[in-house]
């Protein structure tokens, strides 16, 4: 008799136990883990009032004109954010140019070819480009990479291509296309992981059925990316927020002029590297109101840049992994 | 008709052969980045490099110098993002992986992924407003928040993902031998996962110990070794851009120096946790 009661108790606790609100250490718990985690929006919204605030002189006084105007002369009071715009974009269209390729290339190489016993260290040694600090590429990029390109690349590329107005101008080494380069070899590690795991998160059965049509090895990958197209779209525009925001490596090669010019070889300015040159520097505080909002512009691109991969990429690894268990 | 056949069959195949030949250029490529970037870094840092160089602190052009103060300052700056960053970070790892469901919890990873892409550059301006503005100077402490807000969410992602490895049996046989839910996830489950969570934990350092861009308005740098958390403290990563986009050759030899001490510390850390999770899983 007594022994049921015993275990009738020890039953009700042990469900007490389980429901969040029974017990008050769990209720403390919980809800210090959700305050630790409803401060990282927190931190999100504090990062926009605070640029926000920083930025309206500049915003009252020159409203949207700021992103048109081609004027950057703090001296004489002029803001114009377009130079800056152009840079970013240009450059990290160069990077993407250069990396799309390359990235999917390996991406391909180490999914679906190479055996088990190569993919892990050779991924591993792509991934290790990642880890290199930003920095040390545009220290690479000084002394190693813009004297290369100076002496060999540019000049070739001004013989053979200098007719259209993309390959003209003085040949420095230092300058929009040395960014681009120096971008592309940034962001191929993160492209490159992420189009991994979206094929990788592709069906077996889908290369299986291709293979068994009688299809050759490329034929049976290009099915299989047709599968992956948005995930690899979005582990493009990842690569893309990543080029807008990079900092250190761009400024130390992209010539930090503010002009927009259509030559690749002419030296450039980006939003980042603006920010980096002038911030310590800016005296007066329209000058430093228009750098804070180049970074209020910059924050809300990479934001939205980076939500739509996020959700791209998401979507892709549940839709295929949905088709795996239908077939 | 048939020879038409075979002649498409053979073009189909060459094709395929062609291109994933293509594939593994791509790779080997990337690898042989690598190769050069390190192997530079090693051939020039390895000449400028002695104990001096290590323990002094930067010198006027000319009378040689070291970058001591750099190294300290950079451990301080890890130091100060560690302390706020990593239990942050792991809290918001557990609220990801073991209470946050539903659509809350979305949201909250969503937010976290995204300041994950969060230019480093935007963090400091940032960090620039809300600290040095009101204290009205560069401190090592402003260095280390904007340090720790750019490893919290790669810390807390990392922690997530190490927590859902966690087998569901072992919370189920904790529940049932009558421990609430935060002894279960603080005496079972996070234990469970610490292997995990401390490799999450180092990879965040690495990365940030790399970081500049956050730092040139908030720690600013320094040519003294550092004495108190409220100035200005010097770090490797800002030295050795400082000294990469001066006119000097003897600075530039400096740079690369550092260059080699930074690499090691970071790559360092990189392979010991590959080589560490490597048996693991």
Same mark, same amino acid.
């Given at each position: 008799m007594s022994a049921v009661t015993d275990k009738l108790v020890t039953t009700s606790t042990w469900r007490r136990a389980l429901s969040?609100? %029974?017990?008050t250490g769990d209720a403390v718990f919980r809800s210090l883990m959700l305050f630790v985690a409803l401060l990282m929006v927190g931190i999100v919204v504090a990062m926009v009032i605070a640029l926000a605030t920083d930025a309206m002189p500049s915003i009252r006084q020159f409203g949207f004109g700021f992103l048109k105007g081609q004027a950057w002369n703090p001296i004489k009071g002029e803001f114009g954010a377009l130079p800056f715009i152009y840079g970013t974009v240009a450059s990290s269209l160069i990077a993407l140019a250069i990396s799309v390729p390359f990235s999917l290339g390996i991406a391909i190489f180490l999914?679906?070819? #190479?055996?088990h016993y190569v993919a892990r260290p050779v991924g591993f040694l792509v991934e290790l480009l990642a880890a290199i600090p930003s920095v040390v590429y545009g220290l690479w990029g000084i002394f190693v990479l813009a004297p290369f390109l100076r002496q060999y690349i540019q000049p070739m590329l001004a013989h053979l291509l %200098?007719?259209?107005? &993309? &390959? @003209? %101008?003085?040949?420095? %080494?230092?300058g929009l296309l040395t960014g681009g380069i120096i971008l592309a070899i940034m962001v191929t590690p993160i492209i490159s992981a992420v189009v991994r795991d979206v094929l990788a998160a592709v069906p077996g059965s889908q290369r299986e059925a291709a293979l068994a049509l009688g299809a050759t090895k490329w034929e049976m990958i290009r099915v299989v990316l047709v599968n992956g197209a948005p995930g690899i779209a979005g582990a493009v525009i990842l690569g893309l927020g990543r080029a807008l925001g990079e900092t250190m490596a761009v400024t130390m090669v992209i010539?930090? @002029? #503010?002009e927009i010019s259509p030559s690749l070889f002419d030296p450039s300015y980006t939003i980042a590297s603006a920010i980096a040159n002038e911030f310590t520097e800016a005296t007066g505080d329209l000058y430093l109101s228009a750098l804070v909002e180049l970074g209020l512009i910059l924050f809300l691109v990479t934001f939205i840049v980076n939500g739509i991969a996020r959700v791209l990429v998401w979507n892709v690894t549940r839709r295929t992994g949905g088709v795996g268990r239908a077939a | 008709m048939a020879a038409s056949f075979t002649n498409v069959d053979r073009i189909r195949r060459a094709n395929s052969a062609f291109i994933t030949t293509l594939t593994a250029l791509c790779t080997l490529m990337a690898v042989g980045a690598l190769v050069i970037i390190i192997g530079h870094i090693a051939w020039q840092g390895? /000449?400028?490099?002695n104990w001096q160089f290590l323990i002094d602190r930067p010198r006027p052009v000319g009378e040689g110098g070291g970058i001591g103060n750099a190294i300290v300052g950079s451990l301080v700056l890890l130091l100060i993002s560690s302390v706020f960053g990593l239990p942050l970070g792991i809290c918001v790892g557990i609220y990801l992986s073991e209470? /946050?469901?539903g659509r809350l919890g979305g949201a909250v990873r969503f937010i976290v992924d995204t300041l994950t892409g969060i230019p480093s550059i935007v963090t400091g301006v940032f960090v620039y407003a809300i600290i040095v503005v009101p204290t009205k100077h560069f401190s090592a402490l402003a260095g280390g928040v904007a340090l720790a807000l750019i490893m919290i969410p790669i810390v807390a992602r990392t922690t997530e993902e190490m927590l859902k490895l966690v087998p569901h049996s072992l919370r189920e046989g904790a529940l049932a031998l009558g421990a609430p839910q935060w002894r279960v996830i603080l005496g079972v489950v996070v234990p469970a996962a610490a292997p995990g969570i401390a490799t999450g934990a180092m990879l965040a350092i690495a990365r940030v110990s790399g970081e500049t861009a956050p730092l040139?308005?908030?720690?600013? /740098?320094?040519r003294f070794f550092p004495e108190s958390l409220n100035q200005p403290i010097a770090s490797l990563t800002v030295q050795i851009y400082n000294y990469a986009i001066s006119p000097f050759d003897e600075w530039h030899a400096q740079a690369w120096a550092a260059t080699l001490v930074l690499m090691t510390l970071v790559l360092g850390i990189n392979i010991i946790v590959r080589f560490l999770t490597r048996k693991r899983f």
């Open positions: 969040p609100t %029974g017990n999914v679906e070819q #190479a055996p %200098g007719w259209t107005p &993309f &390959f @003209r %101008g003085t040949i420095t %080494g230092l010539g930090n @002029r #503010a | 390895i /000449g400028s490099l209470i /946050g469901r040139l308005f908030t720690a600013f /740098g320094s």
